[in-house]
């Protein structure tokens, strides 16, 4: 997600991730992950806010300094 700088401060990237967050659980996906960097404090820190935990690198992806990987668990029937 990216969210341009003169549009910053007014909520979007929290709107965007819950939509698709809805969206997944619609189409019962029970578990979201991202990988991002971790020179994008504020990223970090909306996903944390929002419900996402720290998870080892996930498999085919080597573990990065650089990246944060994450995790939410959305309920309801897995199918992912």
């Known amino acids: 997600m990216f969210v341009a700088p003169a549009a910053r401060g007014r909520g979007l990237g929290r709107r965007m991730l819950a939509v698709l967050e809805a969206e997944a659980r619609q189409s019962g996906i029970g578990r979201l992950r991202l990988e991002t960097g971790t020179r994008q404090p504020e990223a970090v ?3 944390r806010a929002m419900g996402y935990r720290d998870v080892p690198a996930f498999p085919g992806y080597k573990d990065d300094p650089l990246s944060v ?3 939410k668990e ?3 029937e897995r199918r992912d």
């Open 45 to 47: 820190a909306l996903y």
């Open 69 to 71: 990987f994450m995790a």
């Open 74 to 76: 959305l309920g309801g």
